[in-house]
C-alpha cells in the first residue's frame, strides 16, 4: 500500500507536467487514489491497536491473563512489555499476599503460647491476668485473620481475572465441616447447579462460603442446605433462627477492627467485606425450617446475579 | 486420651507443653521437631493419633500426610496449624486429615477433640467407655465398677483404656506394652503382666481374658 501511494506521488510529480493540458482528469484521479491508499494505510496500520483494546478489556474482565497473538514488527515489542509487566504484576500481588500470609502465620505460633501461657496463669489462681492476656490474644487473632482476609481479597477482587466454580468449592466445604462437626451429626446437603462460577477468587469464595456454613453447622439442629435461588448462593439451617432486629447486628457486630467483646466472631464481618469487594452482599433471612437463610449474591458469569 | 500420640510441632515450647497436657491427659506422647522426623517415627512407631502442624520445617505437614494417606496409614490425624483459612481446612481434610484446629488454640478444646477423634476412631459414640460393669469416662480419668469409683494407678488406666478401644479383640503383650510406653521407655512385657494382674484384683469384675500364647481380650457380655 505504501509502495502504491509512492509510485502515485512520483506520476504526479514527474510524469504528469509533461501533459500540459486536457490531462487534470487524470491528475485528480490519481491523486484521489492516492488519498485513499493514504486512509488506508492509516487505518491498516492503528488495526493492530484495535485487537489490543479488545485484548486488554478481556484481561481486565479476566477472561485472558496475558496480550497473545502475533502483531507488526513495530507493535511486537511493546506488547512483549505489557505481557511482561502483566505477569510482575501478577507476581508482586501474590508476593504481597505471601508475606501478608506469612507474616500473620508467624504472629499465630507465639500467640498460641500465650494463650497456654494465660491458661497457666488461670490454673495458678491469676484469674485476672489471665483473663486479660486471653482477651488480647483473642483481638489480635480475630484482627490478623480479618486483615488477611480482607488484604487477600482487595488483591485478588482488584485483578479481577477469576473464576470459581461454586458447586465444587461448597462440596468441599461441606466434607470439611462434616469432618469439623462430626460431634454434632449435622448433614450437609449441596444443591448447587454444577455450572454455576462467580468471578471470585477460590480462596476468597471459600472463606465467604465457609463462615456461612460453618454457622449454619453450628446453629443447625440436623440440615444445612448450600442452594441457588434467584440468582443468589444461599445457605439454610434449621437452628432456632434469629430476630429481625439482630440480622444486623450480627453482620455488622466486631467489623471496624477495634472490637473487643469476646466471642464476637469477625466470621460474618468478613464475608460481608469480601463480598463487597467484588461488588456483592450478603444477608441474613428466615428459612423454611424456621431456621437462618444466608443469601449470598457475587457477580456470576460477569453481570452482577 | 489413650493409647500413643505423636505431637509433630518444631516450635519446642509449644511442643512440651502439648506434650504435657496430653500426657496429663493420660497419654504415652513422643514428639517429633520436624517433617523428616514425624516421617521416621510414623514408620517405625505405632500410634493411636498424631497432632500435626503443617508448617514443619524440612518437609511440611501437608505433603507428610498425603503421602501418609497414599501409602495407606490410616492413623487419625489432627491438624493444628496457624494457617485457619477456609481454603487451608478444606486442603488439610482433603488431604486425609481428620480434624483441624487453627492456632491459637484453647488446649481444653484440643484436648476434646483429640478424645472425639480417638473415640471415633475407635468406633465408640459415647463419650464414655463402657464394659459389662465397668466404665471408665478418659475425660476425668474416672473408672467405676458396679457405679464404685476404683483408683487406678496412669500405666493400670492406659492399660484398660487401650484394651476398652479393642473390645473383643486379641491384644498382644507386645502390642500392649508398645501402646502403653512412649517409645524411649524400657520395654518389659513381664511388666504387661504385673499390670493386668493388678488390674483384674482391682476390677474384681472378670472382664480380662487371657489367651494363652496370643494375649488378652477384654470380654464385655457375661
Redo the contacts between chains.
Sequence with gaps: MLLAMHLGVMMLMHVMPRFRRGETAGVWLIAGLVMLAGVAVAWLSLQPFRKLRALLSAVRDGEVHQVDGRYPDEVQPLIDDLNTLLRDREKAVQRAIATA?DL??????P??????EA?RAEAAGQMEIAASIQQQ?DRM?RQI?YH??RARASASGASGNARCPVAECAQ??A??LT??Y??RAVRVTVDVPEDLQVRVQ??DL??M???LMENACKWGRAEVTVGFVDGAVVVDDDGPGIADAMREAVLARGVRADETAPGSGLGLAIVRDLAEVYGGSVELRSSSTGGVRALLRLPIDGRLS | MALRILVAEDEARLAAQLAKALEDGGYAVDCAADGEQADFLVHTERYDLIVLDLGLPKVDGLTLLRNWRGSGIAVPVLILTARGSWHEKVQGIDGGADDYVAKPFRMEELLARVRALLRRASGFAQPELRCGEVVMDPATARVLVRGEPVRLTSHEFRVLLYLMHRQGKVVSRTELSEHIYAQDADRDSNTVEVFIGRLRRKLGVPVIETLRGLGYRLCCDR
Design positions: 500470609g500473620a502465620h508467624g504472629l499465630k505460633t500467640l498460641a503460647l500465650l494463650r497456654q491458661e490474644v487473632t485473620d488477611l482476609a468441599g466445604l466434607r470439611t469432618k469439623l462430626a460431634e477460590r480462596e471459600e472463606e462460603l465457609g463462615n
